[in-house]
């Protein structure tokens, strides 16, 4: 079965410190990736997804992944966290060919001042 | 100018009621969605249409029935409401389908439509 788990419920990082926000998956194939975040009381926006080639994937916000095929894990980074940068983290998966997007169970991540 | 917008936002009824959540999406995509999200933020996808047909149907009790008059507007509604069924329902829509050519389309998601049941 087609899974994505994120491990951590809530990340804590203070502001200006680095972050990561972690997700592995279990998908045959070399699946689609993607992380969207979630504000309180919005839906979910884009961030980034992986297609295929360099396995470190620019996003919005400064925000970056990286792709390991050998540990099946597409993390998110952050170089420098930002109070605004707390919200809802969301990994997603899409199985190649396919017709489904799989959510992993969130992170909340808190930057504190 | 709202790209996925879905009325109403809230939405409080008693256990037995019929309600309807409609959305629309002004980014000329062909593939729209609903999500369900629980208490836990846990997110499930319930049904997607693309160019008005139904592609997925999740295990979801028959008293949603999703309806899509075109490929603009996806509503969403709901028989005999029971408690379980208090959540955040999203909208959500993207160029195509995943598995199709591109695959790896971008989801558009609304603002969430709160529903809850007493």
């Known amino acids: 079965a087609q899974s994505v788990a994120q491990p951590e419920d809530q990340v804590n990082v203070a502001e200006g410190n680095p972050l990561t926000v972690k997700c592995t998956y279990s998908v045959s194939g070399n699946p689609y990736l993607f992380w969207y975040v979630q504000y309180p009381n919005r839906g979910l926006q884009f961030l980034l997804k992986y297609i295929t080639g360099d396995n470190l994937v620019k996003g919005s916000y400064g925000f970056e992944a990286e792709f390991n095929k050998s540990q099946t894990s597409f993390h998110l980074k952050k170089p420098s966290a930002l109070v605004s940068d707390s919200a809802l983290y969301f990994c997603?998966?899409?199985?190649?060919?396919?017709?489904?997007?799989?959510f992993g169970t969130g992170t909340r991540l808190l930057v504190s001042p | 100018d709202t790209a996925v917008s879905q009325t109403p936002k809230y939405l409080v009824t008693q256990m037995g009621n019929d309600k309807s959540i409609k959305c629309e999406q002004n980014?000329?995509?062909?593939?729209m969605y609903w999500y369900k999200q629980d208490s836990k933020k846990f997110l499930k996808i319930m049904f997607s249409y693309n160019n008005k047909e139904l592609i997925i149907n999740e295990t979801v009790p028959n008293r949603f029935s999703p309806k899509s008059p075109d490929k603009a507007h996806l509503n969403l509604h709901i028989n005999s409401l029971e408690l379980g069924d208090s959540a955040v329902y999203f909208c959500?829509?993207?160029?195509?389908?995943?598995?199709?050519?591109?695959?790896?389309?971008?989801?558009?998601f609304g603002a969430g439509s709160r529903l809850t049941v007493l």
């Open positions: 980014l000329g995509h062909d593939t």
């Open positions: 997603a998966v899409s199985p190649r060919g396919f017709q489904k997007l799989v």
């Open positions: 959500a829509s993207s160029q195509g389908p995943f598995g199709g050519i591109s695959g790896a389309n971008v989801l558009t």
